[in-house]
């Protein structure tokens, strides 16, 4: 009875995400098919022949009208072929899914491994904030977290870069030679302390597993930088707001110390909102990177999205935006079904 | 607790001294005082009742003799010394290792006390492990001892739930384990029973009253009830805005007040109204069942008729059903069956086919007046929104119509432009009681209005409403648990239990000649000031073997 209702629940969720799923599909097509230009046009140049284009145009079955394309590649979707790249040839056929997969494969690592790093620091942040509540740390915390969500993520990338380029470079600079000379050798040595990241993520299916870690440090410290303020002041907020709780006073009347009436009394009461922020930032790892993986040169979806749209590529284009908009889905609705898990009044019903 | 152990515990060495107490509070951007110079003693094994209106600071002090100051609040002068330290003067460690151990706390609501993300039994338990006192196995099998002592119902297994899963009266006993299982010397109880239903409050008390004894612990009792206290409290003290008015034994202060204030408070439940027959009916609820969607009946056939410009008392415990019959007589909720008539007339069941008019003839006022008024709305705007909706008042005409409304609740003009956060309850509650009279209504339906004030202010709000019914000829429809309320205001009541009308009738009738066991139970229960009221009503209750009934 009680595991009924909360399985009813989730499959409600997974229903209403496939409905989700299956209008954005709809958008997607729409929206592409909407995009100024042609593939045909764009592939053959200015000088094309009317008959050249139209001949491209048939072999790539774009003559045919809006709708029954349509139902063709969803129903193609269904069968588990995302169809064929417009760059592809007679006897040269590539599939979106072979061009997507070593992709999504570097995306969603860069996304694990930011994870990794990211939620943890987070939640201990927000934790260690809500315990010292407006100590310095607190505040020195939350200045720093605010300050690099502030910025935008490029900018963040290129001092990332330039910090590690200035490693080697800094003693040379006339600013270095212009500073006290003790001045200039402490700066050096801390910078000599940050281990040399590549400033290039080069990344090819070949590389070994840390070395692609190794290689893919930058984007991740960056990311981290962008995410890790938002699910800490979320974790902060949510347990502070717990915190004036009557059973928190309990606690305290109990005996219990800080620590455990934090850790054991406020955050298992704090997780819904704290898990929606999270999930909402990982969900960002996978759809908007773009513009990291773009300054370090990183293979993932979100630049092979932007190749595919320049080239009008529009199987490409459609199925990085349902890749998108699938992990954007699954991740609310795990944290959806996290809320469910840690509530006892919709686990444990009367 | 009481009678023959009183010997026994006035030889009990000293236990707790409180000395010159001074406690503030931070609101307005700035610190008032709460407590202002209070002494307490306390022997082993004694209980000492403290009483007053709510903002006398008695919770203030119960928290206080456990070296506690709510977030907010903060201790200025004075020492709590229990058994020979300072409380506050010692470290916070030493001081969190008294805590729970030695010193324990039961709240008022436990529903809210109680963390929701943990099992009963973990609850129970974590003070006896984290202090050292006990292990984990051995504290559990003590909890189950406890729940058994406390007669909670499957004392094995109801640890294994969540605090969601059990009744308002379970949770406060199983709160009072809680606070039991070091053994700690003393108990601060702050309204332990205020948010039960008299019929639990019963066996609640008489839970309490049994481990406190069994035990030997001394207690503070914090309570704003004159007749729980005094079954309770070796002894008890007086308080107001902050000071001592006056302390004394328990009898002798029941018998002989000495402080004109005491004896205020000790008149409040003797306001009575003489009933009046009535034949006109101005509703008739004829055979009405309801249910919740999807659930089981909440109300089954359910008649009553209120009489015009009268008073009827719904009484019942929680989940009888009386606010779900406000709601069918609203229309918020319709009936599934039977029929309703208004003034002569056949009433639509559901608010959605009644005419504007009709909503204006039928109000309402709510027990919580904090979330009945909305908190960005002047009084003013309130009071102004049913004369412009269902009367089309404007101008001159609406600002001399709030005028005379202001004047009929007696508040002063001057209030028009505040917003309710800025009232005291009491106020807010008239404010309620202005928007309901505002549209001219022939029947009110007041859902436990009093209930969240303290004795005096509910003194004040009946009487009002007493006078309104006599100047406007409105009916009431009065959903109540409290029976001196009912003695005070109805000319006919109805009883209510699990959904059911168990008796009615005038109110003579139904309080003096109880017919119904239900009746007789309800009535029963209602702790009177009488000392040896709860030790007689148990020994009797024993005899008839009613006790487990009720349970």
């Known amino acids: 009875m009680r595991l009924n209702s909360v399985a009813k629940t989730v499959l409600q969720r997974l229903g209403l995400g496939l409905i989700t799923l299956f209008i954005v599909s709809i958008i997607i097509f729409s929206a592409v098919a909407m995009l100024p230009g042609d593939f045909a046009k764009a592939t053959l140049g200015q000088s094309a022949t009317p008959e050249t284009v139209a001949a491209l145009q048939h072999e790539i079955g774009l003559d045919r009208p809006p709708v029954e394309r349509y139902f063709s590649w969803v129903g193609k979707m269904l069968k588990g072929d995302f169809g064929s790249s417009f760059a592809s040839r007679t006897g040269y056929r590539r599939t979106v899914a072979e061009i997507i997969a070593p992709r999504l494969y570097n995306t969603i690592f860069l996304a694990v491994m930011t994870a990794l790093i990211a939620v943890p620091l987070a939640l201990g942040l927000g934790i260690v904030a809500a315990l010292y509540r407006n100590s310095w740390f607190d505040r020195v915390v939350n200045t720093v977290t605010l300050t690099t969500i502030s910025f935008p993520e490029f900018f963040i990338a290129y001092m990332l870069a330039f910090l590690i380029i200035s490693r080697d470079t800094f003693a040379g600079t006339e600013f270095a030679q212009s500073l006290p000379a003790w001045l200039a050798i402490s700066i050096n040595w801390t910078l000599n302390v940050v281990p040399k990241f590549p400033t290039l993520a080069n990344i090819n299916d070949e590389t070994p597993f840390w070395d692609h870690v190794w290689r893919a440090a930058l984007p991740s410290i960056t990311l981290t930088l962008v995410i890790v303020a938002h699910m800490m002041r979320m974790t902060r907020a949510a347990i502070l707001n717990m915190l004036s709780s009557p059973y928190i006073d309990m606690a305290r009347l109990k005996g219990m110390g800080p620590m455990v009436v934090v850790v054991r009394h406020a955050l298992p009461n704090a997780w819904a909102p704290i898990v929606t922020v999270v999930a909402f930032n990982l969900a960002y790892l996978i759809v908007g990177v773009v513009i990291v993986e773009v300054v370090f040169v990183y293979p993932g979806v979100g630049q092979l999205m932007v190749d595919a749209v320049r080239s009008r590529d529009v199987p490409v284009v459609q199925a990085c935006a349902l890749v998108f908009a699938a992990a954007y889905i699954l991740l609310n609705l795990i944290a959806d079904i996290i809320s469910i898990a840690t509530n006892p009044r919709l686990l444990h019903p009367r | ?551």
């Open chain 2, 1 to 551: 607790m009481k009678s023959s152990n009183v010997i026994a515990r006035e030889r009990g060495t000293d236990l707790l001294t409180v000395r010159d107490l001074h406690v503030e509070g931070f609101s307005d951007e700035r610190w008032h005082p709460i407590v202002r110079g209070v002494n307490v003693s306390l022997k082993r094994g004694e209980v000492l009742g403290l009483i007053g209106e709510s903002g006398a600071g008695k919770s203030t002090i119960g928290l206080a003799a456990m070296g506690y100051a709510k977030p907010g609040c903060r201790i200025t002068q004075g020492s709590v010394v229990f058994d020979g330290a300072d409380l506050l003067s010692m470290s916070e460690a030493r001081r969190r290792r008294l805590r729970g151990s030695r010193i324990a706390y039961v709240a008022q609501s436990a529903a809210a006390w109680f963390n929701p993300a943990h099992r009963l039994l973990d609850q129970t338990v974590e003070t006896a492990v984290a202090h050292g006192i006990a292990s984990r196995g051995e504290a559990n099998r003590d909890a189950v001892e406890l729940y058994k002592r406390l007669q909670l119902p499957e004392p094995e297994t109801i640890g294994f739930r969540y605090p969601h899963q059990v009744s308002g009266g379970q949770l406060q006993r199983a709160m009072t384990a809680m606070a039991m299982v070091c053994r700690p010397d003393l108990i601060v109880f702050d309204e332990p029973t205020t948010a039960l239903d008299v019929t639990t409050q019963v066996e609640v008390l008489a839970s309490i009253r049994r481990i406190v004894e069994d035990f030997n612990t001394a207690a503070i009792y914090v309570t704003h009830d004159l007749a729980v206290v005094a079954q309770m409290a070796d002894r008890i003290m007086v308080l107001r805005h902050g000071q001592t008015v006056e302390e004394a034994v328990t009898r002798q202060m029941l018998a002989a007040p000495t402080q004109e204030y005491t004896r205020t408070l000790w008149a409040v439940r003797k306001l009575v109204k003489p009933e009046i027959e009535a034949r006109d009916h101005l509703l008739t609820i004829d055979n009405v069942t309801a249910a919740y969607a999807g659930r089981v009946k909440v109300l089954v056939d359910v008649s009553i008729k209120v009489p015009r410009g009268r008073t009827v008392a719904l009484v019942g415990e929680s989940g009888s059903g009386k606010s779900t019959l406000a709601r069918v007589v609203t229309g918020l909720l319709p009936a599934i069956s039977g029929s309703i008539s208004f003034d002569g007339q056949p009433l639509p069941l559901s608010l959605k086919q009644r005419p504007k008019d009709l909503l204006r003839r039928i109000q309402m006022i709510y027990q919580s007046p904090d979330s009945a008024l909305n908190p960005r709305q002047t009084v003013e705007d309130i009071i102004a929104r049913p004369l412009e909706f269902y009367l089309g008042l404007k101008g001159e005409q609406r600002d001399r119509r709030i005028g005379e409304l202001m004047h009929m609740i007696e508040m002063d003009e001057s209030f028009l432009d505040r917003l309710p956060g800025e009232l005291s309850g009491g106020q807010k509650q008239r404010i309620c009681i202005a928007r309901a009279v505002a549209a001219n209504p022939d029947l009110i339906i007041c859902d436990e209005v009093t209930s969240a004030l303290d004795q005096i202010v509910q003194e004040e709000i009946l009487k009002l409403l007493m006078r309104l019914q006599r100047e406007l000829g409105v009916s009431y429809i009065f959903i109540t648990h409290d029976i001196s309320t009912v003695r005070a205001i109805a000319d006919k009541v109805v009883v209510m239990h699990q959904g059911k009308v168990v008796e009615q009738g005038s109110k003579t009738e139904v309080l003096t000649t109880p017919h119904a066991a239900y009746t007789e139970l309800l009535l029963s229960s209602v702790p009177e000031m009488d000392p040896d009221w709860l030790t007689q009503l148990l020994a009797r209750r024993k005899n008839r073997g009613i006790l487990d009934a009720a349970g």
